[in-house]
């Protein structure tokens, strides 16, 4: 059977994807379409990565995420925020600073 090896950053792509993925040639012709992994598959990579996780690595409620998007949010209607503004304030909340 004919097979093709994907490079590191094509294999990324769909591995995390939880979407279906179409694959083009150079040209931007469809050539294929790889249907989204099952939900038990999606399942099945949620718990591989958190086997893999540093148990060291903060974690944050979605509750603290949301209240930090919301705050971004708010922030970004007041100024221009770039990339890295944004990981500075986020570097900033992380060490418990009012932003």
Known sequence: MP????TADQARVLEESTLEVEV????GRLLARIPPPSEAEIIERI???QLNCDPNSPRYSS???QARLRRLEEI???EDLDEAKVRE???RMR???EV
Request: net charge positive; glycine share 4%; no cysteine.
């Open 3 to 6: 097979h093709i090896v994907l």
């Open 24 to 27: 083009h040639d150079e040209q």
């Open 47 to 49: 718990k591989r990565n």
């Open 63 to 65: 509750a603290a995420v």
């Open 76 to 78: 970004s209607h007041r």
């Open 89 to 91: 304030l986020l570097r």
């Open 95 to 97: 060490a418990g600073e």
